[in-house]
């Protein structure tokens, strides 16, 4: 069925697919008498989550898929703050998966603050990882899945300084960051499916202005300066990851700029993104070429206004809109593939 004519393509000849996701989260704070000038904080959560996924493809196969996922976690976190000059967190993250196994993340960052010039010099080192979607895992209607895929994994480090000048109305901070990714998991080729076969690193530096000139107001500007690279060639006939050279769909430059407003009740903030030109792949052509994929700005508006405090137990009900893509702006993330105009969201917030 022509592309046009999809939404309108006669029974028999459509594929369906649907996702469902259940997570339960719960997490305690527990805080401690402050001694010689510590003043600690641990945070202790476990989490369930819960997926399923159903697809029947026409008229390529008649096979239906049904299939379930599930993965138990359990993490901890110690911070500790001594004079209101050196903050130290570290915590780890356990997870027990159906889909990858079991991984320990680590993560522990480093601030310090300068008595005089309030100088606030920071660092930090962690790692993560990111499970494979259903399709890598279970397949799709041309390609099998790939029961033995592993979750991709990074490590990454930063180092940062923060500047509050005119009486913390102006502040400027700049970051290094450097990541390494492997187990990169890539689309091989239809016999194959999906495969961990790849390793990346990228490195770069993100400087932000802010600006507080009246009570309530706030502007901030950010700009990003990134590099990446592929460590090897694979996935897709070698047009996926090319060794030597920038991955796919990350703008070397990116950055905002915002304009936020926030007092008693109400919270108001307009931004707009703006990303530069990047590397894609154009699927229309065999063998799925590189080709550029042009940047694009886009503004978004967002409010949130308390409706109710202390109501039936709870602290507030908040509701909070946003829209996105004001104007409405014609653009793609992936290069053939048309992304969302104007749209607009609604919705309310209880927290207890």
């Known amino acids: 069925v022509p592309p046009d004519l999809a939404s309108r393509a006669p029974e028999g000849t459509r594929s369906t697919s649907k996702e469902e996701r259940i997570l339960l989260d719960y997490n305690a704070a527990l805080s401690a008498p402050v001694v010689w000038g510590v003043t600690p904080l641990l ?66 960052s480093l601030a310090v603050v300068m008595p005089g010039t309030q100088t ?41 300084v ?35 076969i790849q390793k990346a690193k990228t490195q770069g530096i993100e ?26 060639t694979a996935g897709v006939g070698g047009t996926a990851f090319v060794r030597g050279e920038p991955l796919l769909r990350r703008p070397k430059h990116s950055g905002s700029t915002s304009l936020a407003y926030e007092r008693d009740r109400l919270a108001t903030a307009a931004t707009l993104f703006v990303k530069g030109d990047s ?34 137990g709870l602290k507030n009900i908040v509701w909070k809109t946003r829209v996105q893509n004001l104007l409405n702006e014609t653009y793609e993330e992936v290069f053939g593939f048309s992304t969302a105009r104007l749209s607009f969201l609604t919705g309310i917030e209880a927290r207890y």
Do not use: C
């Open 43 to 108: 945070v202790l959560g476990s989490s369930y989550e819960h997926q399923n996924f159903t697809q029947r493809n026409r008229p390529v196969t008649t096979r239906r898929t049904n299939v379930e996922r599930e993965s138990h976690a359990a993490y901890s976190q110690l911070q500790l703050g001594w004079l209101d000059h050196v903050f130290l967190t570290g915590g780890a993250r356990y997870d027990s998966s159906t889909v990858f196994g079991e991984e320990l993340t680590p993560r522990v």
């Open 279 to 312: 590397i894609d792949r154009d699927f229309s052509k065999g063998g799925s070429p590189r080709v550029t994929l042009e940047g694009y700005n886009k503004l978004d508006l967002s409010l949130a206004y308390v409706l109710f405090k202390g109501v039936a």
């Open 207 to 232: 400087t932000v202005f802010t600006l507080r000139p009246i009570e309530g107001w706030s502007a901030k500007v950010g700009y990003t300066l990134l590099d990446t690279e592929a460590m090897s």
């Open 120 to 160: 606030r010099l920071r660092g930090a080192w962690g790692t993560g990882i990111k499970e494979p979607s259903f399709s890598a895992q279970f397949g799709g209607a041309t390609f099998p899945g790939n029961p033995d895929i592993k979750s991709e994994k990074s490590r990454s480090w930063e180092a940062g």
């Open 162 to 196: 923060d500047q509050a000048l005119f009486g913390q109305r102006f502040e400027v901070g700049t970051t290094y960051f450097n990541n390494r990714f492997e187990d990169l998991i890539s689309f091989v080729s239809f016999a194959e499916g999906f495969k961990n």
